[in-house]
C-alpha cells in the first residue's frame, strides 16, 4: 500500500475523543503515516499514544478496558452529599484531582518506552495548555521552559495532566514562576495555574502551517468532533453546573465554527452523537458507538482525498 506522511491535530472534547481513534483507524486504511501530531484536552491523548507507536486497533483495547468512570478520584471525605464537593472546589480548585488521568497515561506510555518528550523525536507531539495566571497558552513542551523546566525533561504524561485539566472538573496543575519570569511580568504571584487548553486554541490547526518534510510542504489534517445534543439541553442547578455548561458552550463554539479551506488543511468532522465532554459514565455501546462513527467520519473523508495533494477532491463550501 502507498503511504502518505502527515501532519495531524486533534481538537479536545472529553470522552468524546473515543471518536478520534475510529477516524485514526480511518487514516491507517488509507495508508496514512503521521509525520508530527499535536492535540488538545483528550485529542492530546490520541495525539500523545500515536507519537508512542500505538496504533488505531491498540487504542481501541485500551478504551475497551478502561472504566473512564475510575478516572474520577478523590478523597472520600469529600464524597460527602452537597457539602463535599463544595468544600473540595474551595479548597483545591476542582472537583476531581486529575492524578489518575497522569498515572493512567503514565502506564500506557511506559508500555511503548515513553516517559519523558527526551524519549520521543524532536518535534514529534506537541500539546496545549492554558496558563490562566498570566493569560497565556502554552505549547508544550517548549513552553514549559518558561517555568525554568527544560523541555525534554517535562514527562508527556504531565503535559496530559495540564491539557486535560478541565476547568473546575479536575485540580488546576500548579506551576512555580521562576524569578525572572516574575520580574519580566512585574507580577508578585509566585505561581500560575494551568488548565485545559480548549480555553484557548482547541482545534490548534496553526502548529503546522509551515512544516516541511525533505523540502515539500507536509499536508495536515484536523480530527475534530462536531454535534450537541438537541434534546438533552443541559440542567443548571448551581455555580458548578453553570460553568460546567458555560465550558461546554464554549468548545461547541468550535464545533460550530467554519473551517476556511486551504490548500493543505482539511478537516474530519465526526459526529459526537450527543455526548457531553464530561459524561465519564458511557455505556460500552455508546463508546463503540462513538468510536464507528470517528470510523464511518474517517472513511468518509479519505474517499474524497488526493493523496497526490494531501487534499479534497472537492471544494469545501461553506454549511447552509
Known amino acids: 500500500m502507498q503511504t502518505t506522511p502527515v501532519n495531524a491535530v486533534f481538537e479536545g472534547g472529553g470522552v468524546k475523543g473515543i471518536s478520534l481513534t475510529g477516524a485514526v483507524k480511518a487514516a491507517e486504511q488509507c495508508g496514512v503515516v503521521f509525520n508530527r501530531v499535536a492535540g488538545t ?31 474520577l478520584k478523590r478523597n472520600a471525605v469529600f464524597n460527602a452529599k452537597f457539602i463535599g464537593p463544595a468544600l473540595r ?73 495540564m491539557s486535560t485539566s478541565i476547568p473546575y472538573f479536575f485540580d488546576p496543575v500548579i506551576m512555580r514562576q521562576p524569578n525572572k519570569e516574575r520580574k519580566k511580568m512585574k507580577v508578585n504571584t509566585k505561581f500560575s495555574y494551568v488548565v485545559d487548553g480548549g480555553l484557548l486554541s482547541n482545534f490548534p490547526l496553526w502548529l503546522f502551517e509551515n512544516d516541511e518534510l525533505e523540502g515539500a510542504r507536509i499536508p495536515v ?52 452523537l450527543g455526548v457531553s465532554s464530561t459524561q465519564f459514565q458511557l455505556t460500552p455501546q455508546l463508546s463503540k458507538s462513538l468510536y464507528e462513527s470517528g470510523l464511518a467520519a474517517g472513511e468518509k473523508f479519505f474517499r474524497s482525498w488526493d493523496r497526490k495533494l494531501g487534499t479534497l477532491k472537492v471544494n469545501v463550501t461553506r454549511p447552509k
Open 221 to 272: 489534517i484536523g480530527f475534530q468532533m462536531v454535534g450537541r445534543s438537541e434534546t438533552n439541553p443541559r440542567r443548571i442547578s448551581g455555580p458548578i453546573t453553570m460553568f460546567q455548561a458555560m465550558f461546554e458552550t464554549m468548545l461547541s463554539a468550535h464545533d460550530e465554527r467554519y473551517i476556511e479551506e486551504h490548500n493543505l488543511i482539511r478537516t474530519i468532522k465526526i459526529p459526537t
Open 41 to 71: 484536552s483528550s485529542g492530546s491523548i490520541v495525539a500523545a499514544l500515536i507519537a508512542a507507536g500505538y496504533t488505531a486497533t491498540e487504542m481501541k483495547e485500551i478504551i475497551e478496558r478502561t472504566p473512564f468512570r475510575s478516572l
Open 89 to 161: 472546589l474551595l479548597i483545591r480548585k476542582g472537583l476531581y484531582s486529575g492524578d489518575a488521568v497522569e498515572e493512567w497515561m503514565e502506564r500506557l506510555l511506559a508500555a511503548k518506552g515513553i516517559r519523558f518528550f527526551a524519549d520521543l523525536p524532536t518535534g514529534k507531539l506537541r500539546i496545549i495548555a492554558s496558563d490562566i495566571t498570566n493569560g497565556r497558552l502554552l505549547v508544550l513542551p517548549q513552553d514549559i521552559a518558561l517555568y525554568g523546566v527544560a523541555p525534554e525533561q517535562l514527562t508527556v504524561a504531565r503535559a496530559i495532566r
